[in-house]
Nanobody, 117 residues
Framework: QVQTVESGGGLVQPGGSLRLSCAASGFTFSRYAMSWYRQAPENERELVAA????????NYADSVKGRFTISRDNAKNTLYLQMNHLNPEDTAVYYC??????????WGKGTLVTVSS
């Protein structure tokens, strides 16, 4: 059974940090490009960061550059998003997405990040 399960969300004060994880199973994780998306209330889902299958190429939305770091551990079938210097505009449900070499995509159910004092 294919699964991508996000965890690590929660309530954090402005300026704080969180580390999200996405545990993958049921597919060959190391062959899939992975990305994090987020969706705030009444907004469209947007790409936050992406990483190539081997982890050698990353890209980020302008709004998170210098604050967020995407990484992966192919031995553990896990994707990460380290988020620093969080601000209220980062409040959203964060999703991980797997995209395979033939275009197959798998989405998790998301984890809520709330940045508030």
């Amino acid at each position: 059974q294919v699964q991508t399960v996000e965890s690590g969300g929660g309530l954090v004060q402005p300026g704080g940090s969180l580390r999200l994880s996405c545990a993958a199973s049921g597919f060959t994780f190391s062959r899939y490009a992975m990305s994090w998306y987020r969706q705030a209330p009444e907004n469209e889902r947007e790409l936050v960061a992406a990483v190539s299958s081997a982890g050698s190429i990353t890209n980020y939305a302008d709004s998170v550059k210098g604050r967020f770091t995407i990484s992966r551990d192919n031995a553990k079938n896990t994707l990460y998003l380290q988020m620093n210097h969080l601000n209220p505009e980062d409040t959203a449900v964060y999703y991980c997405k797997a995209k395979g070499p033939y275009g197959m995509e798998y989405w998790g159910k998301g984890t809520l990040v709330t940045v508030s004092s």
